[in-house]
C-alpha cells in the first residue's frame, strides 16, 4: 500500500512540476540548480531565498542528492502564459487556480518561491528544508518552496492549494 501511495504521488508530480524556465526560449542542456545566477530565473530570485536555496543544495549533495530548481522567478507575463496553459491542461479556471497563481500573487513573479526537482529531492527539502528556513507550503504541490521558517525552523501549516 505503502508503495502504490508513494508512486501515485512520483507520477503526479511528474504530470505538475513540468520545467519551467524564466524565459521560454531558454532551454540549457542541463538542469538549472541555485547556482546558476546568470539565468533571470535565478538571478532575479530574492537574494536570502537563493542563498538559503544554494545552502540546501550544497547539504543535498552531500547526502547523494541532486537538487535542480525547475522554476525560480517567472516575469508577470510569463506567469498570465502558465496560468492559461493550465487552464486548457486542467479544463477550467477553477482547477488550473489550485496550482497556477494569478500573476500578481505569484510568489514566482516576486522571486520568493522556487520549484525544485531532481529524484527523491523533494523529499529532501521536505525534511531538512526547515533547517535553511524553506518550507513547503501547498500540500498539494511537494516541490515548492518559500523562505517560511520560524527562527526554530518550524514551518506554517500547508495551505492546501495554491487557490488558497
Ligand atoms: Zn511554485
Do not use: K
Not at 538571478?43 to 536570502?48: F, M, R, S, T
Not at 500573487?105 to 527523491?120: E, K, L, N
Amino acid at each position: 500500500m505503502r508503495a502504490v501511495l508513494m508512486t501515485g504521488v512520483l507520477a503526479t508530480a511528474l504530470v505538475l512540476a513540468p520545467v519551467v524556465r524564466a524565459d521560454p526560449a531558454e532551454q540549457p542542456d542541463r538542469p538549472l540548480t541555485a547556482f546558476d545566477t546568470a539565468d533571470p530565473a535565478i538571478g532575479n530570485l530574492d537574494p536570502a531565498l537563493r542563498t538559503a536555496v544554494q545552502n540546501a543544495t550544497t547539504a543535498a549533495a552531500a547526502q547523494g542528492i541532486s537538487v535542480t530548481v525547475n522554476s525560480g522567478w517567472r516575469s508577470p507575463q510569463f506567469q498570465r502564459q502558465l496560468l492559461e496553459d493550465a487552464i486548457v491542461t486542467y479544463g477550467s479556471f477553477a482547477a488550473a487556480r489550485q496550482y497556477v497563481q494569478l500573476p500578481e500573487q505569484s510568489r514566482h513573479v516576486v522571486g520568493t518561491a522556487v520549484d525544485i526537482g531532481g529524484p527523491d529531492a523533494a523529499q529532501w527539502m521536505i525534511a531538512n528544508g526547515p533547517r535553511f528556513g524553506l518550507c513547503q507550503i501547498y500540500a498539494n504541490e511537494t516541490w515548492h518552496f518559500e523562505l517560511a521558517a520560524d527562527a526554530n525552523g518550524i514551518c506554517p501549516p500547508l495551505l492546501p492549494t495554491a487557490a488558497g
